[in-house]
């Protein structure tokens, strides 16, 4: 994300990019610390209630690596 900061300070603002980089520290530091990741569904979403009912594909809760999604069809 750093490497694009400016771009995405543009597309979210520099008080969320903030937020974001450091629920991301917040996670390196956990899983160094348990020496693995552990995804939780919803951990880090701070969404109305209200805008969690929508259903999302399956395709959403797929575990990707660090080079993007699975949704690309790539």
Do not use: P, W, Y
Not at 34 to 59: P, Y
């Amino acid at each position: 994300m750093e490497i694009h900061r400016n771009e995405v300070i543009k597309e979210i603002g520099e008080d969320k990019f903030d937020e974001e980089c450091k629920v991301l520290q917040i996670t390196q530091e956990r899983a160094e610390a348990a020496g693995q990741f552990e995804s939780i569904d919803g951990d880090v979403d701070k969404r109305d209630d209200r805008l969690k009912t929508t259903k999302l594909v399956s395709g959403f809760k797929s575990m990707c690596g660090i080079k993007g999604g699975k949704l690309s069809g790539g």
